[in-house]
């Protein structure tokens, strides 16, 4: 199965794209896991679609993420390979997407993904900036969200809405779903860190669901989509490429082993009562 990850905030602005497709070049460079990785763009902007497929005209791809909810191709005829270095594929974004933000439909992504996910070690998903029904479809397939955030104060406090969302959908929608981190990113490196951001940050999420790592702002994290490339690719010896390097390896993936290891309990005890209920 595959490692199923939404990368979640309804504020634009926040790092939320550079994250997704940092984290699954990363991915496929620093995990044991596997070496392979689907970035499915939810975005209607298509911005990591056309990072990945090297194309900044605007013209959407002939086949979408679009074409597969709506039934019309498969999803694996949906997936196109990108220019980048790293082994990611990409089930790319289409402008239509917007008419499906307009619907109640919200598990038809989780059927995709489903289809799809012994294919590829890892799943990632890049959503919208807002809370409908494409963010919705995003947390129901995955099995953590990522909320990448800014470091000022006026970026917290729309993460308790976020926070609501996610527990909603792990009630009624997604029981599987664990919130993976908060990864605060785009900080100022020239100043330190405001005390009151992190105090606000911990009256939402506990201090473990809070990297330690900050992403600061770097002209090369800046520079490398406009490149077609990963931070990585573009510079690895740059500051961008060494905070998001050590995020991967020393957090993200401890983080992770931990909470596959609780859910694999969890899911044991699941079964164990429904055992024996029946007897």
Not at 20 to 28: D, E, F, H, R, V
Not at 171 to 196: A, F, H, S, Y
Not at 231 to 241: E, K, M
Request: hydrophobic share 40%.
């Amino acid at each position: 199965m595959s490692n199923v990850i939404a990368v979640v905030n309804h504020k634009g602005g926040t790092g939320k794209t550079t994250t997704a497709i940092n984290l699954a070049a990363g991915l496929t460079r620093y995990s044991d896991v596997t070496s392979s990785c689907l970035l499915i763009d939810m975005d209607p902007h298509g911005c990591a679609t056309s990072t990945l497929l090297g194309k900044l005209d605007g013209e959407p791809p002939a086949r979408s993420v679009f074409d597969v909810l709506r039934r019309a191709i498969t999803p694996q005829d949906g997936i196109t390979s990108t220019i980048y270095d790293e082994n990611i594929d990409i089930l790319p974004a289409n402008p239509s997407l917007e008419s499906m933000a307009k619907t109640q439909i919200h598990d038809r992504l989780s059927k995709v993904v489903a289809s799809l996910s012994t294919s590829y070690g890892w799943i990632i998903i890049d959503t919208p900036p807002d809370l409908g029904v494409l963010t919705q479809n995003a947390l129901v397939a995955a099995d953590y969200a990522l909320i990448p955030t800014q470091c000022n104060g006026l970026a917290v406090p729309a993460l308790r809405q976020m926070m609501t969302v996610i527990e909603r959908i792990q009630e009624r929608q997604n029981m599987w779903l664990q919130l993976l981190g908060v990864l605060i990113t785009m900080k100022d490196g020239r100043t330190p860190l405001q005390k009151n951001v992190r105090k606000e940050l911990g009256n939402i999420f506990p201090a473990q669901d809070i990297f330690k790592t900050i992403i600061t702002t770097n002209i090369k994290i800046e520079e490398a989509p406009a490149n077609f490339q990963s931070i990585y690719a573009y510079d690895s010896g740059c500051l961008g490429a060494s905070l998001y390097r050590d995020w991967i390896k020393k957090e993200f993936l401890k983080k992770h082993q931990k909470l596959e290891k609780k859910k694999v309990e969890r899911r044991e005890a699941v079964e164990a009562g429904a055992i024996e209920e029946e007897e």
